[in-house]
Nanobody, 120 residues
Framework: QVQLVESGGGLVQAGGSLRLSCVASGSIVRINGMGWYRQAPGKQRELVADITSGGMTTYADAVKGRFTISRDNAKNTVYLQMNSLKPEDTAVYYC??????????????WGQGTLVTVAS
C-alpha cells in the first residue's frame, strides 16, 4: 500500500508565502509524475502544477511566476513553494502521484489534502 502525506498548509496573509510538502511511503518501485491539485469551495478540482521524474514542470496559468514545484526523488517527496499568495489561492491542496508498486503495478495515488487559506 502506498500513501501520500501532505503538510505545510495553513493561514497566511495575502502576499505571503507557504511551502507544501508531500511524502510518498509504502511498497514503491518507482514514482513517475507527481503533482499538486487544488479544490476551492464550490469548484472543481484543478491542476496547479506537476513535475515528471526527470524534472519537467507544468503550471496552471493562474500560478505561473508565483508557484514553484520541485521534487526530491531520493526522499520520494514533492514540494510546492507558493509566493505572492492571493485570496483566490484559498483551497484544499492535494498531492497526486503515479506510483509503480510491487504488488499492483502502476497506481494513481492521492493525498488527503491540506488546507491553504489566504486572508485579504
Amino acid at each position: 500500500q502506498v500513501q501520500l502525506v501532505e503538510s505545510g498548509g495553513g493561514l497566511v496573509q495575502a502576499g505571503g508565502s507557504l511551502r507544501l510538502s508531500c511524502v510518498a511511503s509504502g511498497s514503491i518501485v518507482r514514482i513517475n509524475g507527481m503533482g499538486w491539485y487544488r479544490q476551492a469551495p464550490g469548484k472543481q478540482r484543478e491542476l496547479v502544477a506537476d513535475i515528471t521524474s526527470g524534472g519537467m514542470t507544468t503550471y496552471a496559468d493562474a500560478v505561473k511566476g508565483r508557484f514553484t514545484i520541485s521534487r526530491d526523488n531520493a526522499k520520494n517527496t514533492v514540494y510546492l513553494q507558493m509566493n505572492s499568495l492571493k485570496p483566490e489561492d484559498t483551497a484544499v491542496y492535494y498531492c497526486n502521484a503515479g506510483v509503480v508498486t510491487f504488488a499492483y503495478g502502476l497506481r494513481e495515488v492521492w493525498g488527503q489534502g491540506t488546507l491553504v487559506t489566504v486572508a485579504s
